[in-house]
């Protein structure tokens, strides 16, 4: 069983457009996280959820809002997509400041 | 920015040999962590070491840190072609669940 699974694993599109990006985790978690890593391979954090409360909000464009329906899943939603949202997406999930499981990215090109 | 420096940014070495990477962080800690990612995919653990800890072993691995420089030195020992990968620090802030990664070094260990 995968521990921590997001989908799609790669997602081409148009600028303008909105799109979602789903994260599920099985490993009984509270926290979890959106991670963006750019072509220099830097990795920033996003969001982050810990029992279905948002505790940290980088200062990234309002166009991204993560949604947590339950504590096993984080998904991203991009509103108004632009070229410079093309980046490789990692969710990943971690208990109580201890080590984080990723999913295996999902690799987002707008073209 | 809050991210960690790592150097070098890029390491390449002969098998047999030690690899030995450097993570520098800017804030006070809970603990850090270091993560590999190969080429493509998701980050994966590797070792946490706690504030109150200065240096930890698992298996080839030793990590080392020092809070009063707020660094942390990773060393792989008699590495192997699988070792090729980016490696990450990672530092949870204190009193957080927020977790920072570096800029990562690149290793290379050609056969």
């Known amino acids: 069983d995968t521990a921590v699974s997001q989908t799609p694993k790669y997602l081409v599109t148009q600028m303008g457009n909105d799109k979602s990006i789903k994260c599920e985790q099985n490993?009984?978690?509270?926290?979890m996280y959106w991670y963006k890593q750019d072509s220099k391979k830097f990795l920033k954090i996003m969001f982050s959820?810990?029992?279905?409360?948002?505790?940290i909000n980088e200062t990234v464009p309002n166009r991204f809002s993560p949604k947590s329906p339950d504590k096993a899943h984080l998904n991203l939603h991009i509103n108004s997509l632009e070229l410079g949202d093309s980046a490789v997406y990692f969710c990943?999930?971690?208990?109580?400041?201890?080590?984080?499981?990723f999913g295996q990215g999902t690799r987002l090109t707008v073209v | 920015s809050q991210q960690g420096e790592e150097d070098p940014q890029a390491l390449s070495i002969q098998e047999g040999e030690n690899a030995t990477m450097n993570c520098s962080y800017k804030?006070?800690?809970?603990?850090l962590q270091w993560y590999r990612q190969n080429s493509g995919r998701g980050l994966v653990h590797l070792i946490l070491?706690?504030?109150?800890?200065r240096e930890k072993h698992s298996g080839r691995l030793r990590v080392t840190l020092d809070t009063s420089k707020k660094s942390s030195s990773l060393l792989i020992t008699a590495s192997r072609a699988a070792d090729t990968a980016s490696y990450f620090c990672a530092t949870v802030r204190l009193n957080t669940d927020k977790l920072i990664f570096g800029t990562g070094t690149r290793l290379q260990v050609f056969p």
């Open positions: 070491i706690r504030s109150n800890e």
């Open positions: 959820y810990n029992n279905k409360e948002l505790i």
């Open positions: 804030t006070s800690i809970n603990n």
């Open positions: 990943a999930s971690s208990q109580s400041e201890t080590e984080a499981f």
């Open positions: 490993l009984g978690h509270d926290t």
